[in-house]
């Protein structure tokens, strides 16, 4: 096991094996999360990430191999596990006959926190709900949804959260709006597991990567790390036109400063360009 500053992980893996029948999903998977890291499982469908949270969050038990969270073997201590985690899944988990406050109040009750009232306006003004915080969440868009869900998971402090795969379904805005409550979340020192199949979600978020491929990792490291694994880039003069991404945050906001594209921008913030101009030459670094 890993020490991360004197600190053991806040996630541990060893070996994990998991199959259906004949079907190998896990074929001894390994790594470690560091307390207060965003750590992002990156693979495509069918990869296993779901399988490892599954197993992590307790739903499910591995062949082999040995798992802890926060201390605690997942097979041995179960209880202990699922009093340290909270987990969020593919689609937001909300009741959409409650309005905000309810759920997240609902949440505290079965947690058994004192105080489910406060909790909820002080989870409501942290994700900056307060305004819709009293209207039924079946009103809300989808990225209002996805972080209300994430504050119902921060309920009672839990130190370690699961993410699987948390902008499924989501629009460009709503997806950055998930990405500054994942941030926030790491910020205050909650340690966050993200699954993901969206490099570019991995690339933003993520303090460690690894990509799980046919039941392995096949790596595990930094971006940094994981970009020289290639060969040096070559710098060249291309010919490059604006993204649909660039053309659609240019005109309805959210650049850089809110986690979007570096080149979004527009007149309104100061950009001489419009959507249409964009296509000037530039230089850019190209892999080959």
Same mark, same amino acid.
């Given at each position: 096991?890993?020490?991360?500053?004197?600190?053991?992980?806040?996630?541990?893996?060893?070996?994990?094996?998991? &199959?259906?029948?004949?079907?190998?999903?896990?074929?001894?998977?390994?790594?470690?999360?560091?307390?207060?890291?965003?750590?992002?499982?990156?693979?495509?469908?069918?990869?296993?990430?779901?399988?490892?949270?599954?197993? #992590?969050? +307790?739903?499910?038990?591995?062949?082999?191999?040995?798992?802890?969270?926060?201390?605690?073997?997942?097979?041995?201590?179960?209880?202990?596990? %699922?009093?340290?985690?909270?987990?969020?899944?593919?689609?937001?988990?909300?009741?959409?006959?409650?309005?905000?406050?309810?759920?997240?109040?609902?949440?505290?009750?079965?947690?058994?926190?004192?105080?489910?009232?406060?909790?909820?306006?002080?989870?409501?003004?942290?994700?900056?709900l307060t305004d819709a915080g009293?209207?039924? +969440?079946?009103?809300? &868009?989808?990225?209002?949804?996805?972080?209300?869900?994430?504050?119902?998971?921060?309920?009672?402090?839990?130190?370690?959260?699961?993410?699987?795969?948390?902008?499924?379904?989501?629009?460009?805005?709503?997806?950055?709006?998930?990405?500054?409550?994942?941030?926030?979340?790491?910020?205050?020192?909650?340690?966050? #597991?993200?699954?993901?199949?969206?490099?570019?979600?991995?690339?933003?978020?993520?303090? %460690?990567?690894?990509?799980?491929h046919e039941g392995r990792i096949?790596?595990?490291?930094?971006?940094?790390?994981?970009? %020289?694994?290639?060969?040096?880039?070559?710098?060249?003069?291309?010919?490059?036109?604006?993204? #649909?991404?660039?053309?659609?945050?240019?005109?309805?906001?959210?650049?850089?400063?809110?986690?979007?594209?570096?080149? &979004?921008?527009?007149?309104?913030?100061?950009?001489?360009?419009?959507?249409?101009?964009?296509?000037?030459?530039?230089?850019?670094?190209?892999?080959?």
């Open positions: 096991m890993t020490t991360t500053g004197g600190r053991a992980p806040a996630i541990h893996v060893q070996g994990l094996e998991k &199959s259906y029948k004949k079907l190998s999903v896990l074929r001894g998977v390994d790594f470690d999360v560091a307390p207060g890291s965003i750590f992002a499982l990156l693979g495509s469908n069918g990869a296993g990430k779901t399988t490892v949270v599954n197993i #992590l969050s +307790t739903l499910l038990r591995a062949d082999a191999g040995t798992a802890t969270v926060n201390g605690f073997d997942v097979a041995a201590n179960g209880a202990e596990v %699922r009093e340290s985690i909270s987990l969020t899944g593919q689609f937001a988990a909300v009741d959409e006959i409650l309005t905000g406050r309810e759920n997240l109040a609902l949440v505290a009750r079965l947690r058994r926190v004192q105080d489910p009232g406060r909790v909820a306006d002080e989870l409501l003004e942290r994700f900056s009293g209207r039924r +969440t079946a009103t809300y &868009s989808g990225g209002m949804r996805r972080r209300l869900d994430i504050a119902m998971s921060l309920v009672g402090n839990p130190p370690v959260i699961f993410l699987d795969e948390p902008t499924t379904g989501l629009d460009p805005q709503a997806r950055l709006e998930v990405w500054d409550a994942v941030r926030e979340l790491a910020g205050r020192g909650t340690t966050v #597991l993200l699954t993901t199949q969206h490099l570019e979600e991995a690339e933003h978020l993520a303090d %460690r990567i690894a990509i799980l096949i790596v595990n490291g930094t971006l940094d790390e994981l970009r %020289r694994l290639l060969p040096p880039a070559k710098v060249e003069y291309v010919e490059k036109q604006p993204t #649909l991404e660039d053309i659609f945050f240019a005109l309805v906001g959210g650049g850089p400063e809110n986690g979007g594209p570096a080149n &979004s921008g527009g007149p309104e913030n100061g950009d001489e360009n419009t959507p249409g101009d964009r296509g000037a030459r530039t230089t850019t670094k190209e892999q080959r």
